[in-house]
């Protein structure tokens, strides 16, 4: 691939020397900050966060033996010194008294949690000796590993070794999936995570769904703000009045599930009035006089009715994104998985952004670095006789990471082979994946089902085994190598011991590796000579990364005028605005436009999404997340209220077109929200009962999400296709 | 004389509250309690609607009724910037500083005493920002010098339009909202 050898050519070889040299400045920051610190003998042990997936740079306070706080590493170039408030609140998953403690044997029937506590040496026992079973019965490809994080490389690494290819996370086909395979289809390669968007340099800046704000992926709200700072013009889509949407010069409200007809008409507006980036297109486009003719139908006034959006509004926000080209970000989103046309609709956005001439120039998309840390020199894993068994027969082509809920079928109907034995890192299956029954009845079908996390989650309690891991700020994890602005390495290490039985992922991994006779696929000797081997291969020292958290290498052309050489990894090499390999595969080889179908009379469609103190449903049972937010509210249209005679602070139950009813939650009536839809806050509503300080606070949208629209093109399961109605009764 | 204050840009601000949780984590705020909290203010109709978000907290008012109705003198004037504090070991709990305060800043903590905002000063007296101003992801908080016409705060008062609370109250509120 281009983009490949690209990235290795850009690659350095002198990392050392220009880390050392950039991080000394920095480090004067860093001590300045701290210095009321080391005089009161308060200790401070830089790591980086793990309560989501961005990953910052921590540093970690502790006061008398007591963990005390968590602020930004100055030196990290994802958080610049300034945590979001999850990770401020990350003390808590230290405290959380509902954590796991030591590790569990079921005692009764799956699900009934009812536990005995057991050695680490029973549990791992236990779990090596079925995996030797199923692997003996039904080979080692019948178990899959579901792993959420960079917590879980060495289980990861473990079970490779043990011989299966089935590793996946509900972070492609329950989120981003639908993005990167749009973007990869057009642009040839992925948005990825951290996302490559150049939100600071961007002077417009369009959300389709995105709310930024609320979802506190760190940099980039740090970015947004800098942006408005900056007087960035703002134009935000969305059926709810988001915070991004009270920062926006334009603001769209546009009707749940109809954004493609929007950007089609955006695009036809661009293409008619011939305010694409002209020389963009002549040097890098392939297929735009198809796609220019395609476009032709899609006026404004056709897409007035689908989305409610008048025409002249259509009209002057595509003028707008013009105006400020190549400057002009039109943000992909991550979780995109909302109508079954995700991955369409994502390509649309590259479209268009393709027009505007943003990718690969400042204000647009950047061209994101790494730093050239290899892999520890582990012998070759077991080639498995079998291919994954998330996507038989390649169903869904343009899938090019697993598929969670292929793997859920497979282990359903053995087909295309039997699935025995599930492992679970750090995910919540029941709370990720569609259709909560669909899981737990392939749950049913398993000869195993190990959980391993820091809390008592839903999946937790379906589990045979569950195993406790010590949290981020008690425990080494793999090193950080992001792809990034600028190339960086960042280690995770203990701030405080874990307070009962826990123990890191790296610890457990080879422990049950050696269980399993696979002890040489762990040569080093503890952790730390891991991290030595990997960093003295380039030349960086351990002893540095201790003590600064972060090594940072020096900066690398991001944009083309940069010098990032405009290649574009796709089949004709080009950017795709017309894509002959969809239409190989039977698919538009332009995005067209389906009307979404709509719920029952007296039904809303349930719109859901984040709020900044949270992540997933993992932080529930922090005590100073919970603080801050315990439970979540259903947000009504007072319109929507009236007509439900729903007062204010009220509880109800949501009842979906499937008769499933939810746990009570709060009514919120705002003007924040279309009449047509109502919003919850995703992650609450609890049901495990080892989560005693979340249990029963809030409602869960997993548990109302049981319709789901599978994207034909990699698999994706999209949610925002749920419809509910109210239940008073509760007082 | 320094008179410390706050400028918070509301245009940036998007209500994470990151500030809230920071100060409870520096000030070992108890569970349950919060001296800061985000308020929305948000008017008009769907969809033309207008939304001002700000973190909000003790104002340290120039003219502080809590300090003058305080029956044991706990509720005073910090020597250093204006800044209004209470002596725990002086405060009997009787409530009359919460019911003065027209912010509703104050709380009575778990332990007897009024409690609320003290702008971080164990901070501020050793060169540091307050904790809420320091984590702000967004950059929108700004504390310093109001009497100081360099400050950065004094500088963005006299080059943005800005607005303090319930200024009719008379209390002088020392904190002020760029719009």
Not at chain 1, 338 to 349: C, P, V
Not at chain 2, 123 to 129: A, N, P, Y
Request: with cysteine; charged share 20%.
């Amino acid at each position: 691939m281009n983009s490949l050898s690209r990235r290795k050519f850009l690659k350095i070889t002198g990392a050392a020397v220009g880390a050392a040299a950039a991080g000394t400045t920095i480090l004067k920051a860093g001590g300045s900050a701290t210095s009321k610190g080391s005089a009161t003998g308060i200790r401070r042990v830089p790591t980086y966060c793990d309560i989501c997936f961005w990953k910052c740079g921590t540093i970690g306070y502790v006061r008398d033996g007591v963990l005390w706080k968590v602020e930004g590493n100055p030196l990290d170039p994802l958080s610049k010194g300034r945590l979001c408030p999850r990770g401020t609140g990350g003390i808590g998953a230290h405290f959380d008294p509902d954590r796991l403690r030591a590790p569990l044997m079921r005692k009764k029937n799956r699900g009934e949690e009812e536990w005995v506590e057991v050695t680490w040496d029973e549990a791992l026992n236990f779990i090596a000796d079925k995996l030797q079973r199923i692997k003996i019965a039904y080979g080692p490809e019948a178990v899959a590993l579901f792993s959420h994080g960079i917590g879980g490389n060495f289980i990861k690494h473990t079970m490779k070794a043990y011989g299966t290819p089935n590793i996946s996370a509900p972070s492609f086909a329950q989120c981003r999936g639908p993005r990167d395979v749009g973007f990869r289809l057009t642009f040839g390669e992925d948005v990825s995570s951290p996302e490559r968007t150049d939100i600071r340099n961007a002077q417009c800046i369009v959300l389709v769904g995105s709310h930024l704000g609320e979802n506190m992926h760190n940099t980039q709200v740090q970015e947004f703000a800098e942006a408005i700072g900056k007087g960035a013009s703002i134009i935000v889509v969305d059926p709810r009045f988001s915070i991004a949407a009270s920062k926006a010069k334009y603001y769209l409200p546009i009707k749940p599930g109809t954004d493609l007809a929007l950007i089609l008409a955006w695009m036809h507006v661009i293409v008619r009035e011939e305010l694409y980036d002209r020389d963009y297109i002549g040097k890098y486009a392939f297929g735009f006089e198809q796609f220019a003719a395609h476009i032709q139908q899609f006026t404004p006034e056709w897409a007035y009715p689908e989305t409610g959006i008048e025409p002249e509004i259509i009209r002057t926000t595509a003028r707008e994104m013009a105006r400020y080209r190549p400057a002009t970000l039109v943000h992909p989103g991550r979780h995109v998985t909302w109508y079954g046309d995700d991955t369409q609709r994502s390509r649309a956005l590259a479209l268009l952004n393709a027009l505007l001439g943003s990718w690969g120039r400042k204000g647009g998309f950047y061209y994101p670095v790494s730093m050239d840390v290899p892999a520890y020199p582990y012998p070759p894993y077991p080639k498995p006789k079998r291919e994954m068994v998330d996507n038989p027969n390649r169903k869904y082509p343009f899938a090019h990471e697993t598929i969670t809920t292929g793997i859920r079928e497979a282990t359903l109907t053995g087909q295309p082979y039997p699935v025995k034995g599930w492992l679970v890192y750090a995910t919540n299956l029941l709370h990720a994946l569609p259709n909560e029954q669909e899981t737990v009845k392939a749950i049913q079908k398993l000869d195993l089902l190990v959980v391993i996390d820091v809390v008592p989650s839903e999946i937790a309690g379906w589990a045979d085994v569950v195993l406790p891991e010590s949290v981020y700020l008690e425990r080494f994890d793999d090193l950080n190598v992001e792809w990034f602005r600028e190339p960086f390495v960042a280690i995770r290490q203990p701030v405080v011991d874990a307070p009962y039985e826990q123990k890191p992922n790296w610890w457990i991994a080879r422990k049950l590796a050696e269980n399993l006779g696979l002890g040489h696929f762990y040569p080093w000797s503890d952790i730390e000579e891991y991290f030595k081997t990997r960093l003295s291969a380039v030349g960086l020292s351990y002893e540095e990364l201790k003590t600064r958290g972060i090594i940072l290498g020096p900066k690398q052309p991001n944009y083309f005028h940069e010098g990032v050489p405009p290649q574009f990894p796709t089949p004709s090499g080009k950017i795709e605005f017309y894509s002959r390999q969809l239409a190989q595969a039977g698919f538009d080889p332009v995005p067209m436009y389906k009307r979404p179908a709509t719920g029952p009379p007296g039904y809303y469609r349930m719109l859901y999404g984040r709020a900044p103190v949270h992540s997933f449903s993992r932080t529930h049972s922090n005590p100073i997340l919970s603080d801050m937010m315990d439970e979540n509210e259903v947000w009504v249209n007072p319109v929507t209220a009236r007509r439900h005679a729903l007062k204010k602070d009220q509880y109800v139950r949501l009842r979906n077109q499937d008769g499933i009813v939810s746990n009570r939650i709060k009514v919120k009536i705002t003007e924040r929200i279309r009449p047509d839809c109502v919003y919850v806050v995703h992650g609450f509503g609890h049901t495990a009962r080892g989560l005693r300080h979340a249990f029963g606070k809030g409602a869960s949208d997993a548990q109302l999400i049981t319709q789901y629209a599978t994207d034909p093109l990699m698999g994706g399961t999209a949610m925002n296709v749920n419809f509910v109605t109210f239940e008073l009764q509760e007082t | 004389m320094a008179r410390y204050g706050m400028v918070i840009d509301t245009t940036k601000c998007v209500g994470c509250m990151d500030c809230v949780v920071a100060c409870k984590t520096e000030n070992d705020v108890p569970q349950g309690y919060n001296r800061d909290w985000i308020a929305y203010d948000t008017n008009g109709q769907h969809p033309n609607l207008h939304m001002e978000i700000r973190s909000e907290r003790c104002n340290h008012c120039d003219n502080p009724p809590c300090v003058y109705c305080c029956p044991c003198g706990a509720s005073h004037i910090h020597e250093r910037g204006g800044v209004v504090l209470v002596y725990h070991d002086k405060c009997s709990g009787c409530k009359a500083c919460i019911a003065a305060c027209p912010y509703d800043a104050r709380f009575i903590h778990p332990e007897g005493y009024a409690d609320k905002c003290t702008f971080c000063i164990h901070r501020v007296e050793t060169g540091m920002d307050p904790a809420c101003v320091s984590v702000c992801p967004t950059y929108c908080m700004h504390f310093g010098d109001l009497d100081d016409p360099n400050s950065g705060v004094s500088r963005l008062l006299s080059s943005r339009r800005n607005h303090p609370l319930i200024d009719e109250a008379g209390t002088r509120p020392q904190i002020f909202y760029l719009t």
